[in-house]
């Protein structure tokens, strides 16, 4: 019987959602104002965005893991009471060092939240129901990634003064607050008796790996790259240990961190998130690029840069939630449209930000943007539908966890090589704002093109058969696949 409920408390996880987020690129626009004022170094300053970044990523397959054992609502409660009290101790942090440990502790509660709100939509919705609460979700995921800029710039304005750049956390308590009090009403409590076990070295082995991929990334700006290269075969080493670990103890039929099931025996799943990690590599990357243009190379202020990429937000959301009707209907054909249309939007954007004047770049860009958009909700929303469809309800925290845990990873790989080409070509060209933006969108374009690679030949083989418009029979291979 479905949760009368349901809607309502997808409003409140979504608001949750929406704002952990919107905090991984919000934070960007003030950075200048927190150095100033609390007389940081650029290269601990920087800790305010990556920390929070990499502590979101190192959390959420355990978050999930944890949501599946002990119950989604608790954990969603849980994490959302601690973002919003470590939204207040990062607003009233007296100096870089409390805001820096503020923002990672952020980040843990966030990571806690966010596999929750995949979990909820499969526990809570069935059938084309389904569809519709992952576009409202795939919405949420592409336009706070994209309003970031925009929403720091209009705090910024708003919040006159040094100490504006407070406001950016302090906003999140009223909200939050909201959000918990409808979460507590609405959320479907877990069923007496439901229980799971964790998996202790999983999480240990998880999270090192993890941490060893992403500390270089996140550290990029102050050398990170240079520094810690080592890192990356450690922790490749690291997941390859997991891997193995995990197939062990789910040949043992006991309770894995992520089964390996997931990858070999869920159909969809392997195809999703490899598509996904390749995607939000050219997503993530491409608005600190925009940033540096419209900001370094035009003049633009924050909130004037931000607004210039608006377009991409609002094709997003519109497209995201009409996308979720129809990924039951078109199924994998709706990513790869989607994926055509945002190259051709992002690809037109930069090459019209190349040659155009600087008077006219952001206006004659701005239809180019909305098409890239309009694909980006035909990406985003029906991926998610489409990986997590066929994953057993028991499971869908640690699934949507490791799925999201793959797009930070791309982010991460974004966020650190695309400014970087930037620069490159800043350096290499004497300045020319234009052609770098242009060399380094194109370069998040080639990435999406990769996602295109995966998305296209699972459409093709589908297309014959029920291609998404009919749920097919579980994995009997599956432990716990029980309705939770």
């Known amino acids: 019987m479905n949760d009368p409920n349901r809607w309502r408390a997808l409003w409140a996880t979504l608001v949750a959602g929406f704002m952990t ?86 980040g843990v509660a966030a990571g806690g939240l966010s596999p929750q709100n995949t979990a909820l939509i499969q526990q809570m919705f069935q059938g084309a129901e389904r569809g519709r609460a992952f576009g409202l979700f795939g919405a949420t995921v592409g336009v706070s990634s994209a309003v970031g800029p925009v929403v720091g710039g209009l705090i910024l304005a708003l919040a006159d003064g040094s ?80 891997v193995r670990w995990e197939r062990r103890v789910a040949a043992r039929d006991g309770a894995p961190l992520l089964d390996p099931r997931l990858l070999t025996a869920t159909r969809g799943y392997a195809t999703g998130a490899g598509l996904g990690a390749l995607y939000f590599v050219g997503f993530s990357g491409v608005w600190l690029v925009f ?88 990406v985003i929303s029906p991926n998610f539908t489409m990986t997590l469809r066929e994953v057993p309800v028991a499971m869908a925290g640690a699934a949507g966890g490791a799925l999201q845990t793959g797009q930070r990873l791309g982010g991460a790989v974004g966020t650190a090589a695309l400014p970087g080409l930037f620069y490159l070509v800043l350096a290499d060209t004497h300045d020319d704002y234009h052609r770098a933006v242009a060399l380094s969108v194109g370069a998040g374009v080639a990435f999406m093109l990769c996602a295109l690679l995966v998305a296209a030949p699972d459409w093709w083989r589908n297309r014959s058969g029920d291609d998404g418009r009919r749920p097919p029979e579980r994995p009997r291979s599956h432990p716990h696949a029980t309705r939770g």
């Open 291 to 378: 940033a540096l243009f419209f900001q370094n190379g035009l003049g633009y202020s924050p909130l004037r840069s931000g607004l210039a990429v608006t377009p991409f937000a609002v094709g997003s959301a519109a497209a995201a939630a009409v996308a979720g009707r129809l990924v039951g209907r078109f199924g994998r054909l709706l990513t790869v449209c989607g994926l055509v249309a945002v190259m051709a939007g992002l690809g037109g954007a930069a090459l019209v930000l190349w040659l155009a004047p600087a008077g006219s770049a952001a206006w004659l860009a701005a239809p180019l943007l909305l098409l890239g958009g309009l694909g980006n909700g035909c």
């Open 163 to 242: 100490r504006g750049w407070r406001w950016i956390f302090y906003v999140n308590v009223p909200v939050g607050l909201v959000a918990l009090v409808l979460g507590a009403r609405l959320l479907p409590r877990m069923a007496p008796g439901k229980r799971g076990r964790l998996d202790p070295v999983g999480v240990a082995l998880l999270g090192v790996g993890i941490l060893a991929v992403m500390l270089p990334l996140v550290l990029a700006e102050a050398g990170g790259l240079s520094r810690l290269w080592w890192l990356f075969p450690v922790g490749a080493l690291v997941l390859l240990g997991f």
């Open 21 to 106: 987020l919107l905090d991984v690129t919000i934070v960007a626009v003030a950075l200048p104002s927190m150095q100033r004022e609390l007389h940081a170094s650029a290269a601990s300053v920087q800790w305010v965005v990556s920390g929070y970044a990499l502590a979101f990523a190192l959390t959420l397959v355990t978050a999930g893991r944890l949501g599946d054992a002990f119950g989604r609502r608790r954990v969603f409660l849980v994490s959302l009471a601690a973002f919003v009290v470590c939204s207040a101790a990062a607003g009233a942090a007296p100096s870089i060092t409390l805001l820096v440990v503020a923002r990672l502790a952020q």
